[in-house]
Every structure is written in structure tokens, then in C-alpha cells.
């Protein structure tokens, strides 16, 4: 079991260009959460899915970001027009089913994002 | 307040020496998990709690939905055990399976 993997490991963009992170969840997994680490505001929900269906993205600001689940063993997270304020270390997890008596979250090992 | 208050802030402790950490809830929560963040950024999970305690070896964690709370006990403190410390909580309420975290533990352990 490699667990969640996540590419590329560190990602540097210009402002203004796009950015596009990956995620491939633990086989078997359900849930796939996306979560953005800053030193400022610290870890932060940004959206997540289930069965592949995105089930809550209040997390997500509204304009430029986007994630998509288009089969079940990857999830994308867009960034269009990247700003230097998105620089972050973005992390995904999965579990292996909400509703499951014990929903751990087990995470990647992230992406670093630097806009410059 | 915050949704989830966890402190201290920052710890120091020798080799061999005991502490706690705890985190503290606006609300009730479904469960909490416990998370070690390495010198590389990796999130390892420790411990995910509905209720009660858990122990593993050299940890033990400590959850009380009710009194809004939980705790986190390092026994004989290695160096290895060097990082951030996480507390990350799942609401009780509808579809909310996001978890929400606390600002960290900073632990250092000297010899």
C-alpha cells in the first residue's frame, strides 16, 4: 500500500499562470479530502468528494480554484491564475468511507505550491 | 472562539521526560484525530477517537466528546519524537466530515 500520493512534490508557477496538483487516493478509499497548509492560516479545508461526487466545497475560494474527481483512484485540484497569496503546501487525504464507524483521514505527502 | 484551541503553542522537553498536550472545543465533535508533522511536512496519524482512550506504546490520547476536549499524553519523550503535533476534529453535525484543525504543537526533545 503506497498510500496517498500526491504530484508534483513542489511545483513553482509565475503569477498568473495555472497550476494543477494531483492526488491519487488509497485503493479502496471512497472519500478524497483536499486541505491547504499556510504558516498563517495553518491547515484549512478547501473541498472533498464521495464516490467520487463533490459533496462539499465551502472551503474553496470562489474564483480560480476548482478539483475535479473524474475516476475514482484520481482527484485534481486547479488553480487558474495563480496569485503569490496561493503559495501553500496543498494536501490530500482520503478515507476509506465517511460513514464508516471509523472515517481516519490518511494524508499525502503534499504538493508546494510557490507563485512567484 | 477558535473551533478547535490547542496549546501549548510550543513545548520543550528532555529526553525521558512526560507531557500532554490538549486540545479544546467550541462545540461537540463526532471524533478527533491526532497527527505527527515530520521535518519533511508529512502528516502521520496517531490516533483517530470516537470516544475513550487509546494508548500506543509511548502515546496516549484521550478523547471526551461531552466535556469537549482531548487530550494528547507523550510518556518517556525520544528525540524522534521531534515535530509538530495536530489535533484535527470532525463535526457531529450533518454531512460535516471535514476535519477541522488546531494551530499545532511545536515539540522539541533535547538530549
Known amino acids: 500500500n503506497a498510500g496517498v500520493i500526491q504530484t508534483p512534490r513542489h511545483k513553482v508557477t509565475g503569477k498568473g499562470q495555472e497550476a494543477t496538483l494531483w492526488c491519487e487516493p488509497i485503493?479502496?478509499?471512497?472519500?478524497v479530502f483536499w486541505y491547504r497548509q499556510t504558516i498563517v492560516q495553518g491547515l484549512e479545508f478547501l473541498t472533498y468528494?464521495?464516490?467520487?461526487?463533490?459533496?462539499?466545497d465551502s472551503g474553496m475560494p470562489k474564483e480560480r480554484f476548482s478539483a475535479q474527481m473524474p475516476n475514482q483512484s484520481h482527484s485534481t485540484l486547479k488553480i487558474q491564475s495563480t496569485q503569490p497569496q496561493d503559495s501553500a503546501v496543498y494536501l490530500c487525504?482520503?478515507?476509506?468511507?465517511?460513514?464508516?464507524?471509523?472515517?481516519?483521514?490518511?494524508f499525502g505527502p503534499g504538493t508546494r505550491l510557490l507563485v512567484l | 472562539g477558535m473551533p478547535v484551541e490547542q496549546n501549548p503553542p510550543a513545548l520543550s522537553l528532555y529526553e525521558g521526560a512526560d507531557s500532554g498536550l490538549r486540545c479544546n472545543f467550541s462545540?461537540?465533535?463526532?471524533?478527533v484525530q491526532w497527527f505527527q508533522q515530520n521535518h519533511r511536512g508529512r502528516l502521520i496519524t496517531l490516533f483517530y477517537?470516537?470516544?475513550g482512550t487509546k494508548e500506543n506504546g509511548r502515546l496516549k490520547s484521550t478523547f471526551n466528546s461531552k466535556e469537549r476536549y482531548s487530550t494528547l499524553h507523550i510518556k518517556d519523550a525520544q528525540l524522534e519524537d521531534s515535530g509538530t503535533y495536530f489535533c484535527?476534529?470532525?463535526?457531529?453535525?450533518?454531512?460535516?466530515?471535514?476535519?477541522?484543525f488546531g494551530k499545532g504543537t511545536l515539540l522539541t526533545v533535547t538530549p
Open positions: 487525504a482520503s478515507s476509506l468511507d465517511v460513514w464508516a464507524t471509523q472515517d481516519t483521514q490518511y
Open positions: 485503493s479502496g478509499h471512497s472519500a
Open positions: 468528494f464521495r464516490n467520487q461526487a463533490p459533496i462539499d
Open positions: 462545540t461537540t465533535m463526532k471524533s
Open positions: 477517537l470516537a470516544q
Open positions: 484535527a476534529a470532525e463535526g457531529s453535525g450533518g454531512s460535516n466530515y471535514k476535519l477541522t
